[in-house]
């Protein structure tokens, strides 16, 4: 155990403290940007699933980020720890980051009046962040470049702006809004396998 909290530490420590920054910013300037007090349900699913769930793009895909110093990934598969364990140490240490501010942002919507299922509301946020986080580590393992792995949850995000469900179906990441909530169970499968398979190519490369 003492060993996953040492990758963790250095990750807080080297790998994600901007990409953190970044995030909370994102949340703090939401009032300026749109309403966040005394929101009936449907808007408070539009504030969640079209505008918090984006944090998940900042902070999943950068879990290769210090391996793409090719010196520093060749050192960590040198190491007596799997360099797939030191990717999943990561991104459950990532993942955890992405529950807890979303749990202050909803505690915040709950405080400022906003009518909505808590519980529901944030599973089926947290799904929608995994996917999309997911979606950008996928391609990143893939394709060995960031900003790939930033364009492809991007591009997502937009199709599913302007298309609404007619091409995504059960991936439809803004479904709660409509009062759907089978499509978050799908999205949260495909982030287990996007992330699965990321960290398997990134090994395999």
Known sequence: MERYWQIEKVNLKYNIPLHVLVSVLLLLVSPLLMGVANLKAQDTAKVLEMYVA????????????PEQDREIRDLVYTKYVNGAVVYLVRILGNGLLLVLLLGAYVG????????????????????????MGGLGLFFYGLCDHLVIGYMAPIVYYITAVGSADKFLKMFYP????????????????????????????????
């Open 54 to 65: 984006l944090i998940g793009i900042v902070l999943l895909p950068p879990v290769f980020l």
């Open 174 to 205: 803004f479904s709660m809004a409509r009062d759907s909530y089978g499509e978050k169970i799908w999205l949260f499968a495909a982030a287990v396998a996007l992330l699965g398979a990321g960290v398997w190519r990134r090994c395999r490369k």
């Open 108 to 131: 915040m919507l709950a405080h400022n009046g906003c009518e909505f299922p808590v519980g529901k509301f944030f599973l089926g946020t947290l799904a929608e962040m995994l996917f």
